[in-house]
C-alpha cells in the first residue's frame, strides 16, 4: 500500500458523489421528491411517464454507491494512524462502512422494480416499492450516523501528535453525525420538514452528508500529504535513490570505486 | 508540554489565557459554526413553513407554555453562569469549588431536562402532538434537538466534575471547550424560545 493507492481510494469520494448527482438530478430529476402525500396513482403515473430516465437514474446511483467502500477504507486507514494499541476504532469504522454499502446499494431494488414494472402492475404495488425504497433511503440513517461518529471519536481520543486527521474535522464530524441522526425520525410523519420528502429529513441530511464527503476527501488528501506512512506496515517500500552530484565540491578527494561510474 | 496543552493543576499563571489562543481550540468553534447553522435551517424552515400557514401556528403558538419557557431560560442562564465560574476556578486551580460549581451547573441543567419533560407531558395531554405536520413538529424537533444538546453538556459536565474529585488533570482546551459548549446550549435555547414561542 502506498500513498498513490490510498489516493486513488480517495478519490472515489467525489467520483460517487458526482455519478449520484447526475443520477438523481438528470436521470429521476427528483427535485422535489414524489412525497408521502402523493396519490398511488400519481406516483404510478411518474413511473410509467419517465420510466427509462428513472431506470437510468437508478443505474447510475448503484453504480455510483459502492465508491464509498474504496473511499471510507481510506479514511479509516488514515485515521488509523493515531489509534494506539489495537484498530478497534477503525474496525468498527469498516464495520459501520460495510453496513452502509449494503444498505445503500440495496435500497435501488425496490425503486428499480417499480420503474422495470411500472403501468403493468396495479398502481398501488408500484406506490409501495417507491416508498419502500424512500423508507429504505433515509430510515436507515442511523450506521451512517455512527459511522460518522466513531470518525470523530477516534480522531478525539488518539494522540494529537499521532492523528494525521485534525482535531477540528472531529468536531465538524460530530456535528454532522448529530445533522443526519434525525431523519429516521421520517416514519412518525406523512407530512411536513420531517416527512420523508421533507427538508429536515431528506435535503438538509443528504445535502450536508455530501458536502461533509468532499470535506473528508480533502481533509484526507492532505493527512496522506503530511503522513510518510498512513499506517503500521504501510510504509512506502520503493527502493530510496540517492541522487549522485554532478559536481564535487573543490578540494573533495575523488573515491576510486566511483571512477568508473563517473567515466 | 505541548503548546495550548495546559493542565489544570499546573500552576494558575500557566492557565491565564494567552492572546493568541482560541479558547477551547478551534475545533469546538467549527462544530458551534455547523451545529448553529443546522439551527438556523430548521429556524428558516419553521418561518418558511409559518407564512405559508399564519393562522395554523399563530393558532398553536397561543397554546404553549411561554412561563415554562420563560422559567427554562432562566435556568439555562445561571447554569451558563455557574459553568463560567466553574472555569474561572479551575483556571485559579481552586478544584473543590470549581467542582462544586460544576455540580451546580449539572443540577440546573438537570432541572431544565425535568421542566421540559413536565412541558411536553401537558402539551401531548392536551392532544397537541407532532404528527400534524405543521407548527408542534418544529416545537418538538427543535425542542428535541437541543435536549439531546444539554443530555450531551450534562454528560461533558459529569466528567470535568469527575476529574476535579478525583485530582486528576483536565487539559486547559478540553475544560474551555466544554464550558464553551455549555453556553452554546444555553445561547441556542435563547434562539429557540425567541422563535417558536414568542415570535407571532
Known amino acids: 500500500m502506498n500513498r498513490a493507492t490510498v489516493r486513488a481510494c480517495l478519490a472515489t469520494g467525489p467520483l460517487m458523489a458526482l455519478v449520484f448527482a447526475i443520477g438523481w438530478i438528470a436521470g429521476t430529476r427528483w427535485i422535489p421528491v414524489p412525497g408521502p402525500s402523493m396519490s398511488a396513482e400519481a406516483v404510478a403515473a411518474l413511473y410509467v411517464d419517465h420510466r427509462v430516465s428513472y431506470l437510468i437514474g437508478f443505474t447510475l446511483m448503484v453504480l455510483a454507491v459502492p465508491l464509498l467502500a474504496p473511499w471510507g477504507a481510506a479514511l479509516a486507514l488514515i485515521s488509523r494512524s493515531g489509534e494506539r494499541g489495537q484498530p478497534v476504532v477503525a474496525y468498527a469504522q469498516l464495520v459501520l462502512l460495510s453496513c452502509c454499502v449494503a444498505v445503500f446499494v440495496t435500497l435501488y431494488m425496490p425503486w428499480a422494480l417499480a420503474a422495470y414494472r411500472a403501468g403493468e402492475v396495479s398502481a398501488e404495488t408500484t406506490h409501495t416499492m417507491h416508498e419502500l425504497g424512500w423508507i429504505m433511503f433515509i430510515f436507515t440513517v442511523p450506521p451512517f450516523a455512527l459511522w460518522i461518529a466513531v470518525l470523530a471519536v477516534g480522531i478525539l481520543w488518539s494522540p494529537r501528535e499521532e492523528q494525521l486527521l485534525p482535531r477540528w474535522f472531529a468536531f465538524y464530524s460530530l456535528a454532522e453525525a448529530l445533522m443526519i441522526a434525525p431523519a429516521a425520525l421520517i416514519v412518525f410523519f406523512k407530512t411536513g420538514p420531517l416527512a420523508y420528502d421533507g427538508f429536515l429529513a431528506l435535503w438538509l441530511p443528504l445535502v450536508s452528508f455530501f458536502v461533509w464527503m468532499q470535506v473528508a476527501t480533502v481533509v484526507a488528501w492532505r493527512a496522506v500529504t503530511r503522513g510518510a506512512a498512513v499506517a503500521p506496515g504501510a510504509v512506502d517500500r520503493r527502493p530510496t535513490v540517492v541522487p549522485v552530484a554532478c559536481l564535487r565540491p573543490v578540494g573533495e578527494t575523488r573515491p576510486l570505486s566511483t571512477s568508473a561510474v563517473d567515466g | ?200
Not at chain 2, 444555553?186 to 429557540?192: A, K, N, Q
Open chain 2, 1 to 200: 508540554m505541548a503548546d495550548g496543552v495546559v493542565a489544570v493543576g499546573s500552576p494558575a499563571r500557566a492557565l491565564e489565557p494567552r492572546a493568541s489562543r482560541i479558547p477551547g481550540g478551534a475545533g469546538i468553534w467549527i462544530f458551534l459554526a455547523v451545529d448553529f447553522t443546522y439551527f438556523t435551517a430548521i429556524f428558516a424552515a419553521f418561518m418558511v413553513d409559518r407564512a405559508d400557514r399564519p393562522e395554523a401556528f399563530a393558532a398553536a403558538r397561543g397554546t404553549v407554555d411561554v412561563l415554562t419557557g420563560g422559567l427554562n431560560t432562566l435556568l439555562l442562564l445561571s447554569a451558563s453562569y455557574v459553568a463560567a465560574r466553574a472555569l474561572r476556578a479551575m483556571r485559579h486551580d481552586e478544584r473543590r469549588a470549581a467542582g462544586r460549581y460544576l455540580l451546580a451547573a449539572a443540577a440546573l441543567g438537570v432541572a431544565f431536562v425535568l421542566s421540559k419533560a413536565r412541558e411536553w407531558a401537558i402539551e401531548l395531554d392536551h392532544g397537541h402532538s407532532p404528527g400534524d405536520g405543521g407548527f408542534y413538529v418544529y416545537y418538538y424537533f427543535a425542542g428535541g434537538m437541543h435536549l439531546l444538546h444539554v443530555l450531551i453538556g450534562l454528560a461533558v459536565l459529569a466528567w470535568l466534575h469527575r476529574r476535579m474529585r478525583t485530582g486528576a488533570a483536565v487539559r486547559a482546551e478540553a475544560a474551555e471547550a466544554g464550558v464553551v459548549y455549555w453556553h452554546m446550549v444555553d445561547l441556542l435555547w435563547i434562539l429557540l424560545f425567541a422563535t417558536i414561542y414568542l415570535a407571532a
